[in-house]
Structures are given as C-alpha cells and as structure tokens.
C-alpha cells in the first residue's frame, strides 16, 4: 500500500508521535535501531515514513498512524512535490464523488494496473466537470518550458500513467479518507494543510473578508475571480450557476478548479494566464467580480496596455495597478452587475489617482469603501479597504449622486479577531443594504455616511473613509465616560483587596530551599501529568500568522505564488461518512491569548479538526515556550475546550498527584525559567520538561495553590484596570477636543 518514496522530517516524526522534536534527537542519539536518513541533508535528514511507523511501534510510542496524518505526510513527502499531489489527489477525488463505482473496481488491482486506468477515467470526469477540452493528455504549456502559458490555457490536464504511478499509494488513502469525511472536506484538509504549511508562499484572504465580499456582491448566478489564487471568493459565493477563475501561476489554477468542482455544482471554467495581459475572457459579462488583485505592481503591463479599451475611466499609472484591476473588474460586468475589490487604502487618497476616482464618481461606478480592521487580510498591519462598484447603464445617470463611507477600522479588536468576524460584517451589512435599496442611510458617527459626490471632487478626490465621517461621541459620551471611571474605581479598589500582603521576615532560610525537587519530564514519565504540543499544522491565527484560512491572490502580474488558503482563519469544517456534515468551529488558544490573559481569538481551518487536535481542558496549565517569558496559565470555562495553538506546551496534571495552580505557579519562578531556556540568536526557547518543582504533599500543594490563584486574579485586575484607564483617557482627549466635554 505504501513505498518507502515518501519520507517524514524529524518534525514529521515529532507530531506522528505526539512529541517534541528535542524528543526525536535523543531517540536517534539513544536507539542504534532507529531508522537511518535516507534523504535531506546532514542538518535536515528525512526518514522513510514506513520504518518510522514500525520502529515507533516496536517501541510502543505509536499504536497507529491517524489516517489523516498518514496522507499527509505522503503528500508532504510526494516525489513530484506536493502540489502535483494535491493535483492528482483532486482528480480522484472528483472520480470518487461522480464515479464511485469505477474507482472500487480499480482499488481492487495492483498499484501499477491502477496506474494505467486512472488516466481514461479521469479524462471522463473531467471532461464531464470541465468541458470536452480537459480530456487532452497534454501538461499546460507552462509545464513544458513556456515562460508564460498562452491566453486561455485549461487549468487541469489529465495526468498520464507514469506520472500517476508514485501517487498511487496516496490516492487509495485519500479515498479512505473520503469514505470517512466526505470528498470535499478531505480535499479542504489537505489543501488547508498545505498552505497553513507554506506561509509565505501564499497571500491568504480569510474566511471572513471572503464571505463580506460575496455578500457585499449579492445574490449572483454569474461570478469572476481574475485574480483567483486558490478559490477562496468563488468558494464563498453562494448558490452560483457559472463561476470563472484566471490565475497566473499554473498550480494555483489547477488547484483552484479542483476545489470549485468538488464545493459547488456551479459550471467550473478555470484558466490559466496574466490576467492584465492576456484576458482568458475577453467577452464574458457577468453578474459579479470579486477580486484581491496584487498590491503595488509596477510591471502590470503599462507600456503595452496604453491603449487598451478596458481604461474606460483613465489610463492608470504606473503606480497605479489596483486601479487598472478596477477597471478590469467593471469590463467584466453586466449592466447593473456588482463588483467588490479588496484594495490597499493608498489607493483611495494617492494623486496619481485621483482623475480616475473622479470619473468613478461621476459616472456612479463606485458606490461604496469600507475600511476594514488591520489584521482583516495581508497585509496585516494596515487596515485594507473595500470597494464596491456598479456598472452603470449606457447613458444612465447615477439616481442616487452619493458614496457610501464606512469605517470599521478601530472594531472592537477582540471582535475583529473571532473566526466568524461577526462585529465587523454586521456594522457593514447595516449600512450598505439601506444603502444598496436607495434608503437614506443612517449616519453613524465615527462609523458610516453616504456622502454627496459633489463633496469629494475637490483637487485630492481623498475617499479615505475617516476623513469624511463624523466623530463618536466621545467614549460613547459622557454618560458612558462616568460608567468607564466607576468601573475604574471599582476595579482599582479591587486591585488593592488583592494585593498581597507584605510577607514575613523569615527567622531561618525558607523550607523550599530543602525541598527534594522534580521536574516536568520526570512527572510525565511517572503519569503525574500528560505533556502535549500541537500536533495540526492547519492551527491558525486571527490575524494572519497561519492559516488557514480561506485566500484569494493574483491572476495576472507580479507574485504568481500568490494564492488562497483552505482557510487558516476559516471555519473548521468536517463531515462523518458520505453526508459529509459540517461541525461547530474550533476557537484556537495562540501564544498571544496566553501572555495577554485574552480568550482564544484564533481558529482552525476548514477540515483540520481531527484526532490529533489537542483540545483544552479545564485544569490544564498552559505554557509559552517561545519568547523567554515566565508565563503558565490554568485553563478555565472561558478557555477550556480550545484547539491547542503553536509554541505552547499543555501539561494536564493528574489531580490525584498535582495541583495545577501549584504547577502553574512554580513553573512561572524567574530562576526556574532561565535554568530551563535555551537562547539563539533571535530568541529564547522554554524546554518544558526541564522545569523543576518541589515534592511535597497534595494538601501543601492546595495551599501554595491557592496563593498563586489569588495571585492570578490580582493579576487579572491589573490588566482590566490598564485597559479601563486607557479607554476613560482617550475618551476625554476626545471629548475635550471635539467639545463634547467641557473642562469644568
């Protein structure tokens, strides 16, 4: 079933069996029968992936491979890398879904003989998914050394039996996979665990601004991505008969249509090519384009696009490139037809755009920007914008002269960094539909306006939301600045019941300082305690440090790597059986919930919520062990049942030996710490195991327990009382420079 073509890291081999990688070193210091590298280099050997499993098994360390974990790591180890992987793994997949009964004959044969009949196969699925022209056995032109693919190019071509041959022990997993989560939630966990695994080739556009974006669109049969990446917009999409897809890098391409056939039942056209330079579609009109093209291009095509009739607002400059997919975008659409673009918020206030802007407001072409939060989509530091555009009618005039501005940018950022991204749709939802009907909009200070036309076409056309809306009303008005400094008071109040009392000259050097002492690792061999890491690489991060999310990246110039992710901040999704039924989102504690005493912001992919997803549970301690601080939190009801993120350690005390607020309080001792990091050049590293604590009885351990609880919740209230203080000082920096409060 499996060859030893696919091998594993010694990262690989940590997470197969549930450990650290400093784990994996010392196996292959300690055991002479550990498995020999059999490829990489001396600082980064690989391993044949079925010696691994055996000697983990001999060694009792591993009773089974998951099956997930298994494909994966065959993907991973792919001959031909894993993107054709993941390619061949789609196309069988489809066969699965459409043909179930041709692919049980072939699973029934050796691995060669289903090498030579995948190919006829496949050519019939795809030729029936994507139209007549996939069943050609020929790579795209890219593959056989065209710089660029020609205008057009078919994303999908059907593998032959040669290239199929290494795969073949891979695909009869994925099957099985399938068999259990259905077919498109197995592609979306092997997809999603890809990217999630190459961050920075990717530019990801999460679940949330994907979703917006297609809501913000409507209810469209036709849809176009010219920039597609790996389908996350037309994935979002809801309920669409036709959806069209370019991108400029042939893999992108290719995995983009396998993710749309298997999601949705809408006519799939993917197409690879610059989308700038060479329109796959040169005459498709549809009901919506949505689009996050790439930023800050200066080689888009310029020069050989001066007289190109899609500049029917202005020739773009150079440093304009957003505003050239703009305009492409508005080419594309039907009359009436909506367009949503993801835009950089330079693009809304430079004066090399702004007679573009101008026309685009004359003529009612774009009719809204929203500013999103920072941390919404890359890049995560600035606060993108979106754009909504109409395709205004030939010789129509715009009934309603006015631009909608809303400004989401300072969301509450707890709200902000939740996977369902609820705050911020609901606040952009409720002022574009009033809107969208041509009701007079309710003008929200600090929040959303619709703004006359003729007040933005002075020399700068600036269309940056928070330069043309009201203020709030400072701290939410005076009202709420009083309840902001009672609760201020009362929390300071509290802060001093639960300062800790001065302690006691010691008459002799303290008893601890005798202490028989154990440490972490010691405990968990004896089963004191259960150590585990993170095990899924699908973990991601609210703000865009994974994944996996869902993404969006170019179809024409610049990166072609661009792409999607299967959604590292996206909904985690599963199914049971053929139903393939969706299961409740999985929040994730990341590092940074942990340092700052926040509730879990992150989330997991779609699909990767699986039996190596280290859950939380009430009692468990917590700990960091990237950034040489003296951290370790009690897991409690608002973070118990939480996906474990990355670089943190989860240690689950038995209660019948340890007190986890006595473990988490020794672990947090300075001089504890520093004896168990190890330092590099650019941080400090924790090694968990290596921290000490002293043996002493259940019932003393329930009494320093208890002072380091109280401990944690002064610390608690020091934290809530900062953030009282800040939000009382802004609001009356506010309030007294825009005269809502007066000095006396």
């Known amino acids: 079933m499996q060859d030893n073509a696919t091998e ?26 550990f498995p020999r590298p059999v490829g990489g280099t001396e600082t980064s050997p690989s391993f044949a992936l079925t010696e691994v499993e055996d000697w983990l098994r001999r060694q009792g360390k591993l009773a089974e491979v998951p099956l997930r974990e298994r494909i994966w790591q065959q993907l991973a180890g792919h ?68 710089a660029s693919p020609l205008p057009g190019t078919l994303a999908l071509a059907v593998p032959s039996a040669a290239e199929l041959a290494p795969s073949v022990p891979l695909l009869r997993g994925v099957a099985e996979l399938a068999a259990e989560l259905g077919t498109r939630h197995t592609y979306e966990f092997l997809l999603g665990r890809h990217l999630d695994a190459n961050p920075r080739q990717y530019t990801l556009t999460p679940a949330g601004p994907a979703e917006l974006m297609a809501e913000l669109a409507g209810d469209a049969r036709t849809v176009l991505d010219p920039a597609s990446g790996t389908g996350a917009l037309l994935r979002a999409v809801r309920a669409p008969a036709a ?38 579609y040169p005459k498709l009109a549809v009901d919506a384009v949505l689009c996050h093209p790439p930023f800050n291009e200066r080689n888009w095509g310029h020069d050989e696009l001066a007289y190109d009739t899609r500049w029917e607002y202005g020739f773009p400059a150079r440093t304009e490139s957003e505003l050239a997919w703009v305009q492409h975008a508005l080419a594309h659409l039907r009359d009436g037809g909506t367009a949503v673009v993801l835009m950089p918020p330079a693009a809304a206030s430079r004066r090399s755009g702004r007679r573009i802007r101008a026309d685009l407001l004359r003529r009612g072409a774009l009719r809204a920007v929203i ?35 809303v400004d989401t940018a300072e969301s509450d950022t707890e709200a902000r960094a939740r996977a369902d991204w609820q705050a911020v749709r609901t606040a952009v939802l409720n002022a574009w539909r009033p809107f969208e009907q041509g009701d007079a909009a309710a003008e929200v200070p600090g929040l959303s306006r619709s703004v006359p036309v003729i007040e933005l076409l002075d020399d700068d056309v600036d269309l940056a939301p928070a330069r043309h809306l009201p203020p709030p009303a400072a701290g939410g008005g005076a009202e709420e600045l009083a309840t902001v400094r009672a609760r201020l ?15 006691p000259v010691p008459a002799e050097a303290p008893r601890a300082a005798y202490w028989p002492t154990t440490t972490v690792g010691e405990l968990a061999r004896a089963g004191a305690l259960v150590l585990r890491t993170s095990t899924s690489a699908g973990i991601g991060h609210a703000r865009g440090a994974s994944g996996g999310s869902t993404g969006s990246g170019t179809g024409g110039s610049g990166d072609p790597t661009r792409g999607g992710t299967g959604g590292s901040v996206g909904p985690a999704e599963s199914g049971t059986g053929a139903s393939g039924a969706d299961i409740a989102r999985v929040p994730v504690l990341t590092d940074h919930d942990v340092l700052a005493g926040a509730a879990p912001s992150g989330a997991l992919p779609e699909g990767d919520a699986g039996e190596d997803t280290v859950l939380t549970e009430r009692g468990d301690v917590v700990v960091p062990v990237l950034g040489g601080g003296a951290v370790a939190r009690v897991i409690d009801e608002t973070t118990e049942g939480a996906a474990l993120g990355r670089n943190l350690t989860l240690l689950r005390p038995d209660p019948a030996a340890l007190d986890p607020w006595f473990l988490a309080g020794f672990l947090r001792g300075t001089a504890n710490n520093r004896q168990a990091s190890s330092y590099a050049s650019t941080a400090t590293r924790l090694d968990v195991r290596r921290l000490q604590l002293p043996r002493v009885p259940l019932d003393q351990q329930a009494r320093y327990g208890e002072r380091f609880r109280t401990l944690a919740a002064f610390e608690d209230a020091l934290r809530l009382a900062g953030r009282l203080g800040e939000q009382l000082v802004r609001g009356m920096h506010d309030g007294l420079t825009d005269g809502t409060v007066t000095p006396d």
């Not at 081999?13 to 994996?24: K, N, Q, T, W």
């Not at 008071?489 to 009392?501: E, N, V």
């Open 489 to 503: 008071g009362d929390t300071l109040r509290l802060t001093s019941d639960l300062t800790p009392a001065p302690p």
């Open 243 to 280: 959806v069209y897809a370019q991108d400029a890098a042939p893999e992108l391409a290719a995995l983009t249509a396998l993710r749309l056939a298997l999601h949705t039942d809408a006519e799939v056209h993917a197409r690879v090519g610059d989308t700038l330079r060479a329109d796959a």
């Open 79 to 146: 001959p031909a890398g894993p993107v054709t992987a993941l390619v061949h793994a789609g196309c069988v997949l489809l066969l699965v879904r459409d043909r179930p009964t041709d692919w049980l004959e072939m699973a029934a044969v050796s691995d060669a003989r289903v090498a030579e009949l995948l190919p006829p196969a496949l050519a019939k699925v795809l030729a029936a998914r994507f139209g007549s022209q996939q069943a050609v056995n020929t790579p795209p032109p890219a593959a056989q050394g065209s």
């Open 371 to 405: 500013a999103l939060p920072a941390g919404s989509a890359p890049p995560y530091n600035i606060p993108l914008h979106l754009w909504v555009l109409r395709r205004p009618a030939p010789g129509a005039h715009p009934a309603q002269p006015e631009l909608l501005l």
């Open 8 to 33: 594993v890291t010694a990262a690989g081999i940590a997470r197969l069996a549930g450990v650290g990688r400093a784990a994996v070193s010392n196996w292959r210091r300690r055991h002479t029968d």
